[in-house]
């Protein structure tokens, strides 16, 4: 589907406090690409799990009224960031980042979200 993810992933594994990176498809809940991960992290895993996050929050948006798009997700756990950013030219497509919460500059890491969305090519 996508043809230089990656690339994509690669750039994402700059980002200080990088742990893992993957790029999903929300509707199938399958990994399309991924990247690192440790013992107790599987990308692929992830991707599959927080599909169904993406289908939660729009499933509230519609029963809200809410019109709009979702951009990102942040799940901030005691460790760890966990950012999910929904691509606008494909809503069905995210990229997952997990990073070492002491390690990270949540802002810088949304920045780099940003343009690896941009250098998404699908």
Do not use: C, W
Not at 36 to 55: H, Q, R, S, T
Not at 71 to 90: A, C, F, G, K
């Amino acid at each position: 589907m996508a043809q230089n993810v990656k690339e994509v992933l690669a750039g994402l594994h700059e980002v200080e406090g990088f742990i893992a990176v993957a790029v999903g498809h929300a509707e199938s809940g399958m990994a399309m690409g991924t990247l690192g991960g440790n013992d107790d992290i599987d990308p692929e895993l992830a991707v599959a799990a927080n599909a169904d996050v993406i289908k939660a929050k729009l499933r509230a948006m519609r029963a809200l009224k809410i019109d709009g798009r979702i951009e990102d997700i942040l799940v901030t756990l005691d460790d760890q960031y966990h950012l999910i950013r929904v691509l606008e030219r494909n809503p069905n497509v995210f990229i997952y980042l997990i990073l070492d919460r002491k390690r990270s500059n949540l802002a810088m890491a949304r920045f780099k979200l940003s343009q690896a969305e941009d250098q998404l090519v699908l």
